[in-house]
């Protein structure tokens, strides 16, 4: 599935504008956590990231999983230090009015999966 | 819908409390792994679905009167975990697979008639 | 009463919720309301959970009382340096063992103000710090009966039973030198306050100097400005006031000038029902709708004075300053946890005192009397009613239909409306000439509020949920009645003795209470 699909489909708020239009980028793999240590140690490569974890390091951490996008849930938003350190390192960033839970609900439909243990 | 239902729709098994478990109505998941968000969305017809597994989650459950809560990625808890939430009747359910996996069976299950999510 | 004490070990985090668990054991054992447990448990937890993450050791002590519930959590720990800081959400010094359970969100502190009615944080960095939170808490069923706004030292109680006489609804009972208030009764008004003699009731706010910060709105009463003595005016009060280091102030006499105008304008049209009662005073409308619920449209449907500015500024962080227990429970009625700090007027007079001393007393000038305006010819026949032994003879007037005479109707339970609460160092009479001689600002947000949500009846407390098994206990409580002595002597602990009646058949008193009288009706079981 496009990313650009998965922005308009769920009506996500783009936080990071200044990263090229991601009509060109694939996402087939998602990950739902807000638990860095298990993002790090778990989450897909060219994957997008579910979490209502907005603390910086959530950055890093997308930038060495290889992450495609991150989609905040619940409408938490995280501040501008973090927003900056995400354009500078490319990772797109999304902001969902809904929950984690219905954020990967609806990605789940669109035909993205998690990992089978 | 009944927890039983819920859980035999995804694939996953009861470790404890089972007979309970077709009692249960779930109205509600709440999927993540940030205790004072927990907190908030829990209820008595709450499904908790996370990635921890730690010994905490029985007596938050008993807290808040979370029937139930699910683990992931197929991981069966410590013994003191299994041991809590039997004494405090906690329902716990493992899925095979991780919680994205287990969010998007859970949300398939549910039509598009109400709100599984707080 | 119940008390609970519990300690909390730091790092231990699987005991860690233990505190919290027994105290929602008690809360279940008296009966409350889930959806207040479930708040009081968030709180507890967060609050224990802290001690746990952060500190050496630690203690929560709760007690449970007189419907609400104060918890205290006390820690030796490093201490909060900047507690303002740590009420931001997404700020937390969790080390990194916590993140894996779970914590370190930075939502902790944040969560236990959204859920409790008052949260004061002291701390002390090197040696510890000390979170002490109250919830209000309802019976299980409980629905409409205003939580009570008064204090209870049984200690002080001398059994003198003055509070048993002047309570205009009943809700009292003094056993065993302990009061006791039957929530489902009580109007929170300030009668029982005002008769006591030995503090034994008083109000729940504590009377501490409540904090100026910057941002937040003080709200006083127009009352308050004139409890100075007769060298201060009103103006320089309002001075004192403004410059204590809050953003904005505002007197409540605006709005209630901006209510009255707009029971008036009601009243215009709406000329079916008469007179129109204005929600001035919320103990009256607390006992209409105990007392006399065929009034209820009567009420002109707008929020009293303390409830507007709540709904109106309720965006801005409040302290409201209060002079009585029904302004203390409207400004808490909720349990939205807006930023709002109630305070008692003693605390805030006596930081005006303090302030005052310290600027030169200005020379007293005789004071022009203003002349007094002939009402214009189509002005309303507005009719002002205080104290609440006039309330309620006029309440019963108005059932009577004898009172069609007059379009408005101001009732206040206390003597001259606010000037008279208990709290009040000053003469009610003397205050209010004194601000008849001031002058207040107009407040440009002042304004009357209309009610989103009808009043309805209080329920009061069912005899029996079964039908038949509460008519039974009617028949009982008649039969019993007839064989009292009928003196309402009080010794029993009830104010009548068709009060104690009740109280034998539900369960709350022992027939043998009563000194006079025979004993053969009505055997206790």
Redesign the interface.
């Known amino acids: 599935m496009n990313l650009s699909e998965i922005v308009t489909r769920l009506g996500l708020q783009t936080l990071t504008p200044e990263i090229q239009t991601s009509d060109s980028v694939s996402v087939s793999a998602?990950?739902?956590?807000?638990?860095?240590?298990?993002v790090l140690a778990?989450a897909p490569g060219g994957g997008v990231l579910?979490t209502?974890?907005?603390?910086l390091n959530v950055i890093a951490v997308a930038v060495h999983a290889g992450l495609a996008a991150v989609i905040f849930a619940s409408e938490r938003t995280p501040?501008e230090a973090v927003r900056q350190k995400a354009v500078e390192e490319g990772i797109r960033l999304y902001v969902s009015k809904?929950?984690?839970?219905?954020v990967?609900?609806?990605?789940?439909?669109m035909g993205?999966?998690?990992?089978?243990? | 819908m009944k927890l039983s239902e819920l859980v035999s729709k995804i694939g996953g098994r009861i470790l404890t409390h089972a007979n309970k478990a077709t009692e249960v109505d779930i109205q509600r998941i709440y999927a993540g792994d940030t205790i004072s968000e927990i907190l908030n969305a829990a209820s008595n017809t709450t499904l908790l679905v996370t990635n921890m597994s730690h010994n905490l989650l029985p007596r938050i459950a008993q807290l808040m009167d979370v029937p139930a809560i699910c683990l992931v990625n197929g991981a069966v808890p410590g013994s003191d975990t299994l041991t809590l939430a039997e004494q405090r009747g906690t329902i716990l359910v493992i899925s095979p697979v991780d919680l994205f996996e287990t969010c998007g069976r859970l949300y398939l299950c549910f039509d598009g008639s109400f709100k599984p999510s707080p | 009463m119940t008390t609970g004490s519990h300690e909390i070990r730091g790092g231990d985090y699987v005991h860690g919720g233990s505190a919290s668990s027994s105290l929602k054991e008690s809360l279940k054992k008296i009966g409350v309301e889930p959806a207040d447990i479930r708040r009081a448990m968030i709180a507890a937890y967060e609050a224990e959970m802290n001690v746990v993450i952060h500190a050496h050791n630690g203690r929560m002590h709760y007690v449970i009382e007189d419907g609400r519930l104060e918890v205290e959590v006390i820690d030796e720990g490093p201490g909060i340096p900047d507690i303002d800081q740590a009420m931001q959400e997404g700020f937390s010094t969790a080390p990194p063992e916590a993140r894996d359970f779970g914590f370190g969100a930075g939502m902790g502190l944040p969560n236990i103000k959204k859920n409790t009615d008052r949260l004061a944080i002291e701390s002390l960095v090197g040696q510890g710090t000390q979170v002490r939170f109250t919830v209000f808490l309802r019976s299980q069923g409980e629905t409409g009966a205003s939580r009570t706004a008064l204090k209870i030292i049984s200690q002080a109680c001398t059994g003198c039973l003055n509070c048993l006489r002047v309570c205009p609804t009943g809700a009292l009972r003094v056993r065993n030198n302990r009061p006791i208030v039957l929530e489902h009764l009580c109007i929170n008004c300030p009668a029982c306050v005002q008769a006591c003699t030995t503090g034994a009731l008083r109000m729940a706010t504590t009377e501490s100097e409540p904090k100026a910060r910057k941002g937040a709105c003080l709200v006083v009463s127009d009352s308050f400005l004139t409890q100075f003595g007769p060298g201060i005016s009103t103006q320089q009060v309002i001075k004192v006031l403004s410059e204590m280091g809050f953003s904005e102030l505002h007197i409540l006499e605006e709005w209630k000038k901006a209510l009255r105008k707009a029971c008036i304008l009601y009243a215009r049209e709406n000329t079916r029902l008469r007179p129109v009662i204005s929600p001035l005073c919320v103990a009256v409308v607390n006992l209409i709708q105990t007392r006399f619920p065929s009034l209820l449209p009567h009420l002109a449907p707008f929020l009293s004075p303390v409830e507007a500015v709540r709904s109106e500024l309720g965006s801005r962080a409040l302290v409201l300053s209060v002079t009585c227990p029904c302004q203390y429970a409207a400004a808490l009625a909720s349990a939205s946890c807006k930023d709002i700090d109630v305070v008692s007027v003693v605390g805030l007079r006596g930081a005006v005192m303090r302030r005052l001393a310290t600027l030169p007393r200005e020379p007293q000038h005789a004071v022009e009397d203003k002349p007094i305006q002939a009402a214009p010819a189509d002005s309303p026949s507005l009719l002002e009613v205080s104290g609440i032994r006039h309330v309620l003879r006029v309440l019963e007037e108005v059932e009577n239909g004898l009172l069609g005479d007059v379009d408005v109707l101001e009732p206040c339970s206390c003597d001259q409306g606010c000037f008279g609460s208990p709290l009040f160092p000053e003469d009610a009479f003397v205050s209010r000439h004194r601000l008849a001689q001031g002058h207040v600002p107009q407040d440009p947000l002042a304004k009357a509020v209309e009610r989103t949500t009808p009043l309805t009846a209080r329920p009061g407390m069912r005899l029996d949920a079964d039908m038949s098994q509460a008519i039974d206990k009617l028949a009982r409580i008649d039969a019993l009645h007839k064989a009292l002595p009928g003196t309402n002597c009080g010794l029993c602990g009830a104010p009548s003795c068709l009060a104690f009646a009740e109280d034998v058949v539900m369960g709350r008193a022992d027939r043998r209470d009563c000194a006079r009288g025979p004993h053969d009706t009505e055997r206790t079981p």
Request: charged share 25%; glycine share 10%; hydrophobic share 35%.
């Open positions: 998602g990950h739902a956590s807000d638990l860095l240590s298990d778990n579910v209502i974890q907005v603390h501040d809904e929950s984690t839970f219905d990967v609900g609806r990605l789940y439909q993205i999966r998690g990992h089978r243990a």
